[in-house]
């Protein structure tokens, strides 16, 4: 049995290469110069999430998307195709406007959610209703007929809108662990009390819908100021819509106090049936080994609450910025180059699975694949990804890059596969060499994470600029490189849990009939 040594290291330490670092190469020297010179980065991020908006599978904007990548690399003299992997319930947002009606008057902050039945644009108008106190599923089943006609409130009334950071710096260290204290007994008790109904919280809103409520508000925050997440609807002829919370709450407080107020929603919406889902898919094609692969990978999808700015715009920014300076500084390369725009990565990597699945003759030749689908910030972190020799490659690809940038970065060898998250996961899982460029969170998971305020003016463009260069160098330097890269696995750990030693993670079967 081979010993495994896990280790990290910081690039910034490889001093013994700062020789090799300065030897003058002209296809880095330009990647550089024409990324910081003639940068594209702003007005693709305009076109794509300004103009086009966010790219719900499914919908209109996805299939715009689709075709403006295909005719924006042909604009650039690189190949390109929309290939189709499947279909999707095709859904189209319309206007969604929510306001109170009573006691007073109050236009609120929300939105439909994903792949809502919507409403008539004169709308419904209802009064609100909270869930009990529910002392076992009989008793549950006594109450639903309570809910005939009225809009049902199904998430918790949250006891504050501050972040915990904001608590941390103003509050007293008392006051902000009462807090905390009084949240988590509060949550446990709203877990349990739904749990008590027979139902989780997704189970419960069919159930809500078929005893005649007349529609759904929820509200799922994200842990900062005005922040949302925004999934899909769970219904199938009521409207879903979510509220933020400050509005939220508010309603929440006057249904306690007794106040029944009563809110009119528009949210229209439009059922296009079935649809064809696609991966865009664009080649520079190899001139030594053209049967031979490096990939640059971003979703192209993404929840529409925001306009899916970092995630995966960003992502999707630096795959397609990074292809148009290979083209023009190294047109000619050793391997083919090809870019993956995946469809449906969020309802679970569902577009490059496919793939996977039907091109074996392109997995089975790949030398490396780039991942980016964690937001806005530079590269900070990537790991072997548990190929056990890919200390060797990866080490002497990254000594190309510019150390203003590789400095920052930290690697892990032999790291770990994969196993969700993002579209590295289904190449893994094929044993092809795929890797995450792991990003700097710049309160990523709060504030743009699948929320509503993932739209363009959070994107950080020297980050997204310097994540273009680090790909367009890793991406020439796999495809120079004159040996194949090993695919050799690690020995993984034991599993505490089990007692079993781990396992490599198995391809998905993709979902290619979505949402019907």
Do not use: C
Request: charged share 25%.
């Amino acid at each position: 049995m081979k010993k495994l040594f896990f280790f990290t290291l910081s690039l910034f330490l490889f001093s013994t290469f700062s020789v090799f670092s300065q030897e003058k190469n002209p296809v880095i020297e330009n990647i550089q110069k024409e990324a910081y010179e003639n940068s594209q980065l702003e007005i693709l991020g305009h076109e794509l999430l300004d103009d086009i908006g966010p790219r719900l599978v499914g919908t209109p904007q996805m299939q715009q998307a689709h075709d403006w990548a295909v005719a924006k690399y042909k604009s650039w003299g690189i190949s390109a195709e929309n290939q189709q992997w499947g279909e999707w319930k095709g859904w189209e947002r319309g206007v969604t406007h929510i306001d109170m009606v009573y006691p007073r008057i109050q236009t609120l902050d929300g939105t439909q959610l994903a792949w809502n039945p919507g409403t008539s644009s004169k709308g419904v108008t209802a009064e609100l209703i909270v869930l009990p106190e529910i002392k076992d599923s009989i008793s549950f089943k006594k109450w639903l007929p309570n809910v005939k006609g009225k809009f049902v409130m199904v998430a918790m009334k949250q006891p504050t809108g501050r972040p915990d950071e904001n608590w941390k710096e103003f509050a007293t260290p008392e006051s902000f662990e009462k807090m905390k204290t009084e949240r988590e007994e509060q949550t446990k008790a709203w877990d349990e009390n739904i749990k008590r109904s027979g139902y989780d919280r997704r189970s419960i809103i069919p159930a809500l819908e078929k005893a005649g409520a007349i529609g759904i508000v929820d509200s799922y925050w994200s842990k900062g100021f005005g922040v949302n997440k925004i999934f899909g609807a769970r219904t199938k002829k009521i409207p879903s819509v979510d509220i933020e919370l400050e509005d939220y709450t508010m309603l929440y407080r006057m249904v306690e106090h007794g106040d029944k107020p009563k809110i009119h929603v528009v949210a229209e919406s439009k059922d296009l049936g079935r649809v064809p889902t696609f991966n865009t898919i664009a080649e520079i094609k190899g001139t030594e080994k053209p049967d031979e692969y490096v990939i640059l990978s971003a979703h192209f999808d993404s929840w529409d609450g925001g306009t899916g700015a970092t995630d995966n715009g960003t992502g999707t920014l630096v795959m397609m910025e990074a292809m148009r300076i290979l083209k023009k500084v190294y047109p000619n390369p050793k391997r083919t180059i090809l870019v993956g725009h995946w469809g449906s990565e969020e309802q679970g990597l569902n577009g490059s699975s496919s793939f996977v699945a039907d091109h074996p003759e392109i997995v089975s030749n790949i030398q490396a694949v780039f991942n980016q689908d964690n937001g806005t910030g530079r590269v900070t972190s990537i790991n072997g990804a548990g190929f056990l020799q890919s200390y060797d490659y990866m080490s002497r690809w990254l000594r190309a890059v510019p150390d203003t940038i590789r400095k920052n970065i930290e690697t892990t060898f032999p790291g770990w596969p994969a196993r969700g998250g993002s579209d590295n996961a289904s190449f893994v899982a094929a044993g092809a060499p795929a890797f995450s460029l792991s990003s700097l969170s710049w309160n990523y998971w709060n504030y743009t994470w699948h929320t509503n305020r993932d739209t363009y003016d959070k994107i950080v463009f020297d980050d997204v600029r310097s994540n273009v260069i680090l790909t367009a160098i890793l991406a020439y330097m796999a495809s120079e490189d004159d040996s194949k890269t090993s695919r050799e696995q690690v020995i993984l750990p034991i599993d505490d849990k089990t007692g079993d030693r781990q396992t490599w993670p198995t391809p998905r079967v993709p979902e290619r009939k979505g949402g019907m």
